[in-house]
């Protein structure tokens, strides 16, 4: 299953750059966060509803992709997923989630490649702040440097397999994201 997923902290520009694909008439697959119906609950207590909220996202994840027929783009990527586990999970929740995830790259293997969205924990905290979600406000920028490592030690120790390309939305204007742009980030991965 041919796909590109777009991989990238909380904040990091994810859907926005998806959104753009729509202009060459590429398939988006957009996370639909709103279902995940653990979310409040986990940014009130992490430690207590982090097991559900993971296992969910990647489930809800895995669903999506595994229902697409033709190549996609989606503002989400079973790469960042892991690195969330990883950053909010005891081991032994992260083993048994860790079972579920193999479970899941057997049925539809691992994205050929990803867009890797990079940008500064002070722009991060910015964008969540002028989004103004209500269970977002309580992020910490520790929490974000942990996702960014986690990010990070995943795509280059776990998974270093997958080909990446990185962009810093804070050097990239939104702008920018053309149709030649975003066909050459199509064309230079599928090679």
Do not use: W
């Not at 702040?129 to 977002?136: M, T, V």
């Amino acid at each position: 299953m041919k796909r590109l997923e777009i991989c990238g902290n909380i904040a990091s520009g994810k859907t926005t750059i998806v959104q753009s694909f729509k202009k060459i008439a590429v398939d988006v697959i957009f996370e639909d966060f709103g279902n995940i119906v653990f979310l409040n609950d986990f940014y009130k207590n992490s430690q207590k509803f982090a097991f559900e909220t993971e296992l969910a996202f990647t489930l809800q994840h895995y669903y999506q992709l595994k229902t697409s027929k033709k190549f996609t783009v989606s503002d989400f990527s079973l790469i960042t997923d892991y690195a969330f586990a990883l950053t909010t999970l005891s081991q032994s929740e992260f083993n048994a989630y860790k079972e579920v995830f193999e479970v899941i790259i057997e049925k539809i293997g691992l994205p050929q490649y990803v867009i890797k969205l990079e940008t500064s924990i002070e722009e991060q905290l910015s964008r969540i702040k002028r989004r103004n979600r209500a269970n977002e406000l309580s992020i910490t920028e520790e929490y974000l440097r942990k996702i960014n490592n986690n990010i990070e030690y995943v795509l280059t120790n776990i998974f270093n397999t997958i080909k990446v390309v990185t962009i810093n939305t804070e050097e990239i204007d939104l702008s920018q994201y053309d149709e030649s742009f975003l066909k050459n980030l199509i064309r230079e991965k599928a090679k």
